[in-house]
């Protein structure tokens, strides 16, 4: 149990422009190698890896080595959890180019909040999974109905595997763009992860938006009657 948390080290390790910028980079769940962590906060490769050091050191990331190439990530949910927060409860930056306004509306409509569906896109889906009676509410969490344990069993997902994992099942996760809760946890997951296996969404080539794909739009609505309009 810890019984004095430094939450000064932390707030300091994040707070940071360019550890902050870094961080969000990793939001979507992806691990990414330094040198593309070092142009997204648009510092040197080396005053990267001094920063990367540090998070690691402090517990908010993890290096993995594949051949000679480092990629970083996330080190836990938790830290994915506490960014989200910490956007939620943050002021609106004012938008200074085209490009940031396009990136700024796409992460809206459509992204990953580290491997779970966010923006609109996560909220709408979550809504009609409730309004569906295949999740419920209580408390912080969401329960899994019996019509929803079918219903997601239906789709290709172990929900009684995934029940069992130490991680949070099925979570409550306040959007910041939305300002409502979408799907997290390890259900939310495993639907994410579906929806990539059949090619529903995919990534944006820059960053952590996702868009819908044709067959996606039609997946979304016979198998959930979930009809998009993200603009």
């Known amino acids: ?3 004095n948390p430094n939450l000064v080290e932390i707030a300091s390790l994040i707070g940071d422009p360019s550890r902050l910028t870094m961080l969000l980079s ?3 769940g992806k691990a990414l190698p330094a040198g593309e962590l070092a142009r ?3 510092i040197s490769p080396q005053t990267a890896s001094t920063h990367l050091a540090k998070m690691i050191k402090g517990g908010l990331l993890v290096q993995e080595s594949f051949g000679r190439h480092k990629y970083f990530r996330l080190a836990t949910t938790e830290v994915a959890t506490a960014l989200e927060a910490l956007l939620a409860i943050s002021p609106s930056k004012p938008i200074r180019s085209l490009r940031e306004s396009n990136q700024v509306q796409a992460l809206q409509l459509a992204r990953t909040c ?3 569906l966010a923006g609109k896109l996560g909220v709408n889906l979550t809504d009609k999974l409730l309004e569906d009676g295949f999740l419920e509410k209580s408390g912080k969490d969401f329960l899994l109905t019996e019509a929803g ?3 997601f069993k239906n789709f290709g997902i172990e929900v009684e595997k995934k029940r069992k994992c130490r991680r949070c099942f099925a979570r409550q996760c306040l959007d910041w763009s939305e300002r409502r809760y979408h799907l997290a946890g390890s259900l939310g997951a495993s639907l994410t992860q579906r929806m990539f296996e059949l090619n529903w969404i995919e990534y944006l080539s820059d960053g952590r938006a996702i ?3 044709a ?3 039609k997946g979304l609505f016979d198998e959930f ?3 998009l309009n993200l603009e």
């Open 40 to 42: 997204s906060a648009q």
């Open 26 to 28: 990793l939001l979507g």
């Open 215 to 217: 067959v996606g739009k």
């Open 114 to 116: 580290y491997d779970h």
């Open 149 to 151: 344990k079918t219903k």
């Open 211 to 213: 868009r819908v794909t």
């Open 1 to 3: 149990m810890m019984i």
């Open 225 to 227: 009657g979930l009809t």
